[in-house]
T-cell receptor, first 112, second 116 residues
Framework: KQEVTQIPAALSVPEGENLVLNCSFTDSAIYNLQWFRQDPGKGLTSLLLIQSSQREQTSGRLNASLDKSSGRSTLYIAASQPGDSATYLCAVMNTGFQKLVFGTGTRLLVSP | GAGVSQSPRYKVAKRGQDVALRCDPISGHVSLFWYQQALGQGPEFLTYFQNEAQLDKSGLPSDRFFAERPEGSVSTLKIQRTQQEDSAVYLC??????????????FGNGTRLTVT
């Protein structure tokens, strides 16, 4: 059974810092890995999708990497801003299934 | 709006009542998912539709939960005889393609169900 873990559970940084969020998963037979952002009381917003054959994806100040063999992904946020404050969720889709298995998220607070 | 729409936004039900939660996916999206999110947790998969076919219902916690998508667009999640442990946010998501494709999910804002 696939299990997804995110570390740290919460992170507080001053504006302008670069930061890394970590995600690990137990079953390496994944189809893709996705990073989402969730604001309080809202649904999830898709940030990046990394296919199993890819090593990384970039969008603006965000960069996500994938090491399938070791069961790890990182989300790098450059030059953090207060508007980046949210919960960041990592999710994996196993090969042969359509469902995503989510971690419990990292709650990020960026202070001005 | 072009996003996924869910209604009602909030629902309070007395234990034992039946509830129905509605999801309007993005027009033309083939895949539709329901997830349940408890406070402080990540979403957990409930069920998946490709067009009108329910291809995976392995996440439905009991036979009190039922989902349908009869015409391949709007979906309804029904919970019969609600229990306190059903209190959660129910999220609907859609994607443009079906199985075997890497298409991102678009989520609605969810329905927060509170069972008293």
């Amino acid at each position: 059974k696939q299990e997804v873990t995110q570390i740290p559970a919460a992170l507080s940084v001053p504006e302008g810092e670069n930061l890394v969020l970590n995600c690990s998963f137990t079953d390496s037979a994944i189809y893709n890995l996705q990073w989402f952002r969730q604001d309080p009381g809202k649904g999830l917003t898709s940030l990046l999708l990394i296919q199993s054959s890819q090593r990384e994806q970039t969008s603006g100040r965000l960069n996500a990497s994938l090491d399938k063999s070791s069961g790890r992904s990182t989300l790098y946020i450059a030059a953090s801003q207060p508007g980046d404050s949210a919960t960041y969720l990592c999710a994996v889709m196993n090969t042969g299934f359509q469902k995503l298995v989510f971690g419990t998220g990292t709650r990020l607070l960026v202070s001005p | 709006g072009a996003g996924v729409s869910q209604s009602p936004r909030y629902k309070v039900a007395k234990r034992g009542q039946d509830v129905a939660l509605r999801c309007d996916p993005i027009s033309g999206h083939v895949s539709l998912f329901w997830y349940q999110q408890a406070l402080g947790q990540g979403p957990e998969f409930l069920t998946y539709f490709q067009n009108e076919a329910q291809l995976d219902k392995s996440g439905l916690p009991s036979d009190r939960f039922f989902a349908e998508r009869p015409e391949g667009s709007v979906s309804t999640l029904k919970i019969q005889r609600t229990q306190q442990e059903d209190s959660a946010v129910y999220l609907c998501a859609s994607s443009s393609q079906g199985q075997g494709y890497n298409s991102p999910l678009h989520f609605g804002n969810g329905t927060r169900l509170t069972v008293t």
